[in-house]
């Protein structure tokens, strides 16, 4: 079994700064893409930035310049540094990474994992 621990949410004044943490742990093979979405309310949950195996990136239009997107493959850990924080960034932000873990002693299962989200306010 895997889960992914989100950490960092809160509440923080418009131009202030986020970092977002999401710790995928269990019986871990490998991690693919991993990803950040958000969901305001009353929308539909937004994909807002993702990494490759390889540390490749993309991101959203409306954060470009102001969030990066990183991780540590060694902790299994992507980050989200939010920068420049404005009020439309308030929502609830999750973590979804394609994870192929352990499902047998010679058998592996690849498969979506999302955490269980974490709440970032902004203020104006």
């Known amino acids: 079994q895997v889960r992914l621990v989100e950490s960092g949410g809160g509440l923080v004044q418009a131009g202030g700064s986020l970092r977002l943490s999401c710790a995928a742990a269990g019986s871990i093979f490998s991690i693919n893409d991993m990803r950040w979405y958000r969901q305001a309310p009353g929308k539909q949950r937004e994909l807002v930035a993702g990494i490759t195996s390889d540390g490749s990136t993309n991101y959203a239009d409306s954060v470009k310049g102001r969030f990066t997107i990183s991780r540590d493959s060694a902790k299994n850990t992507v980050y989200l540094q939010m920068n420049s924080l404005k009020p439309e960034d308030t929502a609830v932000y999750y973590c979804?990474?394609?994870?192929?873990?352990?499902?047998?002693?010679?058998?592996?299962?690849?498969?979506?994992?999302w955490g269980q989200g974490t709440q970032v306010t902004v203020s104006s």
């Open positions: 979804n990474a394609e994870v192929t873990s352990y499902s047998g002693l010679f058998t592996r299962n690849t498969r979506d994992y």
